[in-house]
């Protein structure tokens, strides 16, 4: 090889890692088997997103168990992200006061529990670093003051609020009426905020219940008039509107809850088996109480749920004939990825989809997810269905760009429920 050609070759190397960071898009995923329960939400604002306001005195809470066997520091660094959670330009002056890096030193091991762990959580911004400048921001955790040792990444959300932003859902939607679908209208009003050009400087992005996969994005407004941007009649503005999350409560080790039909100790470890579950798509929507897909950590008879609470191995069936699509078991509890480690397996024998998940105790809401191999995006509808009536959250952010800015600007967001 020639000395030129050599000397190349060593610093595409070197600089591997920095490009693939910078080519990153960012979710809050975990990335280390040991690491479970992994939560990020603002306490001070439910329904508890990972929002806060910029300038005022409230934070993201980022929290996890560490299931290994002996203690690990966990470090932080923090990103400023495009609005499609790539890397933005700017640089950590402008978007950090402060270090942004640093350690976790909240850790606590678990008390009394068959499972040990160790919980860990951090709050942002804090005593060492604040936000100056709103936007989407990463969270990256790593172990052993290595930053190339990913533990897991985690989605922060930090908003201006310099507009309003109204909003409805809507089961008459140009697709059908009152069937299968839901349909956001949204106005944006601009208030004191100035923007020349909307339909180059604003991106809007619409998430349903926080999922990923059906995100919407690059919605065009269908009126400009005064001061209102209007997303009124759009196609991309329309969503499958999937059924009522189901749900079981493990916060008590004795009681069986209405979803849980054993619930066992074998081998040190807690097992609880769940009723099979049927399919649900039917020709009409049954009305259930959920939580829109999140978790609850939760013990009866204690308020040190982080570290009192002790994890189960939760078995979940859906009989049924084996289908075309892959089966995922998706909510807040894996933040809707749909990977090896979501994906049911079909059982032959039993004629049905298994699934097993080491999980923490407290209350669940899931869903079961279908997804042809070939598309990014999953659908509720081949088991869960798809009612009009269903009580969905959408949460709407709202970013500015002008020509001459270096990164996306979060400036406003806005939670709308359905009504039915």
């Known amino acids: 090889m020639k000395k030129g050609n050599y000397v190349k070759l060593i610093v595409s190397i070197l600089l ?7 080519a990153n898009v960012y979710h809050t995923q975990i990335f280390d ?5 992994l939560r990020v939400y603002n306490p001070n604002q439910k329904p508890y997103y990972p929002v806060v306001d910029l300038h005022v005195n409230e934070y993201v809470e980022l929290s996890f168990d560490d299931l290994h ?4 520091l966990f470090s932080y660094k923090i990103i400023h992200c495009n609005a499609d959670w790539t890397v933005s330009n700017a640089t950590e002056i402008e978007y950090a006061e402060g270090f942004s890096t640093g350690n976790i030193e909240d850790s606590s091991p678990s008390i009394n529990t068959y499972v040990p762990y160790t919980h860990h959580s951090i709050r942002f911004p804090n005593e060492n670093v604040r936000f100056k400048q709103s936007g989407n921001y990463a969270i990256v955790i790593y172990t052993n003051n290595d930053e190339q040792q990913v533990a897991l990444t985690a989605r922060v959300y930090v908003s201006e609020n310099s ?15 009152k069937k299968e679908h839901q349909q956001l209208s949204i106005d944006i009003i601009p208030n004191n905020f100035t923007i020349h050009n909307p339909y180059r ?9 926080q999922r990923m996969d059906n995100e919407v994005s690059n919605v065009v407004p269908s009126i400009v008039q005064g001061n209102k941007i209007s997303y009124i009649n759009e196609r991309k503005l329309i969503f499958a509107a999937g059924n009522e999350f189901r749900n079981f409560d493990l916060s008590a080790t004795r009681i069986l809850s209405r979803r849980i039909e054993d619930i066992s100790f074998v081998q040190t470890q807690y097992h609880a088996l769940l009723y099979p579950d049927e399919i649900r798509k039917k020709a009409w929507y049954t009305q259930d109480y959920d939580i829109n897909g999140r978790i609850i ?3 009866q008879g204690t308020t040190e749920n982080d570290t009192e609470a002790d994890y189960f191995f939760v078995h979940f ?6 289908l075309p699509e892959d089966v995922y078991l998706l909510g807040q509890f894996n933040h809707y990825h749909m990977d090896s480690s979501s994906i049911m397996k079909y059982n032959y024998e039993k004629r049905c989809y298994e ?7 407290g209350g669940y809401d899931y869903a079961y997810v279908t997804r042809a191999r070939e598309s990014e995006k999953g659908t509720m509808n081949t088991i869960e269905g798809d009612y009009w009536e269903t009580e969905n959250e959408y949460i709407v952010y709202v970013y500015y760009r002008s020509f001459n800015d270096q990164s996306d600007r979060l400036i406003g967001k806005k939670i709308i429920r359905t009504t039915n």
């Open 317 to 322: 069936s859906l009989p049924s004939t084996l």
């Open 201 to 209: 400087d604003i991106k809007v992005i619409v998430q349903q219940n």
């Open 163 to 177: 507009i309003t932003i109204n909003g409805t859902v809507s089961g008459i939607t140009d697709i059908d009426y």
């Open 33 to 37: 088997t040991d690491i479970h329960t």
């Open 16 to 22: 591997f890692p920095m490009c693939s960071l910078m």
């Open 297 to 299: 950590v939760n013990i």
């Open 355 to 361: 699934k097993s998940l080491l999980l923490k105790q």
């Open 69 to 72: 066997p002996s203690f690990r």
